[in-house]
């Protein structure tokens, strides 16, 4: 009896522990495809902005978004991110005060930068944008293993490379992706799914706004711990070759991000518990203007990405102006320590970013 009364005391004790060290009970992460730091930290590029090749509708983009202060100009770009998060949270990757995040893989390109993040290293037999299930667990995959999670978390992805990505066979995670309808009930997602299925396929995915929007109404009705929303748009836009629809899609889905967080400040599982963190799966060309368009092994800026995140368990240092390097596979055993779990898989895993926490 007494060693019963032992362990039940020792179990009380460690989970109070856990109670105290961790506030966050939920996660919300976005996988932004392709967005270069250099507009997170800086705002927008008057080299690629006065270029007429590239931007056609400059007068507009200089009288919304420019200033010659980048504090300003950033803000202009980003309000949210720099009023709200640089206020609560973190924010990695700013080169200009030596503050670098980079991706370990040698690719560049988008399937290995999700892996990278969502597994925990950069896994060497990844072949470039060549899409097999992955066979390495997941960080998603392993906090959905746990009780408290179980059926708790859930993906919506524009891009259709993440039931590889995230091998959905395999991990047995709940994933929307590409223009996969959503078989829930409920007049919401049937109007969204019409949706989808009625507006137009500019890239050969459905629109970010519809996987937004099913993101956000599976939250409001199924109360997901742990909710993953990729976003593709500003890829494809970076590809095309425009900074107009760039840099205002980049625009609009900072306000979707911002729409999400201010909408959970009013659910009470949400609110004061949630942590969110924002990053890219590769950043784009820089240094010869012209190649911002593109990303890839042949281009080295492209490599260099960003981590944003706010939540309860940080502490507030804002944008980080100390000389690091941080990795794109950190970001994975991160995700579960504020949660309170050390990520443990049979692959490596890259060390969390321990400066994220309050202790
Ligand atoms: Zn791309």
Request: aromatic share 10%; net charge negative; with cysteine.
């Amino acid at each position: 009896m007494r060693t019963i009364l032992l362990s039940l005391c020792l179990g009380l004790s460690i989970a109070q522990l856990h109670a105290q060290t961790r506030e966050t009970e939920n996660l919300i992460i976005i996988g932004w495809d392709g967005v270069r730091w250099q507009e997170i930290f800086t705002g927008v590029d008057s080299a690629i902005m006065n270029d007429r090749t590239f931007t056609k509708r400059s007068a507009e983009m200089r009288a919304e978004f420019w200033d010659s202060d980048p504090a300003i100009r950033r803000k202009k770009l980003l309000p949210f991110f720099w009023g709200t998060l640089s206020q609560q949270g973190q924010m990695y990757g700013n080169r200009t005060l030596g503050n670098k995040v980079d991706v370990a893989n040698r690719w560049h390109v988008t399937l290995p930068g999700f892996t990278e993040t969502l597994i925990g290293f950069a896994d060497s037999t990844v072949d470039g944008n060549h899409s097999v299930p992955e066979k390495d667990a997941n960080v998603l995959e392993f906090i959905n293993n746990q009780p408290a999670y179980k059926g708790k978390v859930a993906v919506f992805a524009t891009s259709k490379l993440y039931d590889n990505i995230l091998n959905v066979k395999r991990s047995g995670l709940i994933i929307n992706c590409d223009s996969e309808e959503v078989h829930l009930p409920g007049t919401a997602f049937q109007l969204l799914n019409e949706e989808q299925r009625l507006s137009p396929q500019i890239f050969g995915e459905r629109l970010d706004l519809v996987t937004y929007f099913q993101a956000k109404e599976y939250l409001k009705e199924y109360h997901p711990r742990v909710l993953y929303i990729n976003f593709s748009e500003t890829d494809n836009y970076g590809h095309a070759g425009s900074y107009d629809w760039y840099i205002s899609t980049l625009h609009g889905q900072e306000h979707l991000i911002a729409d999400l967080w201010t909408y959970i400040q009013s659910i009470p599982q949400y609110k004061g518990k949630t942590t969110l963190l924002i990053s890219n799966d590769h950043g784009r060309g820089d240094k010869v203007k012209s190649q911002w368009t593109s990303h890839g092994p042949g281009i080295t800026d492209s490599k260099d990405i960003f981590i944003l995140a706010m939540g309860p368990d940080m502490q507030p240092l804002g944008e980080m102006n100390t000389s690091t390097q941080l990795y794109q596979g950190q970001i994975a055993a991160t995700l579960a320590r504020f949660l309170g779990l050390d990520y443990v898989a049979d692959h490596p895993v890259m060390p969390v970013i321990t400066t994220m926490f309050k202790k």
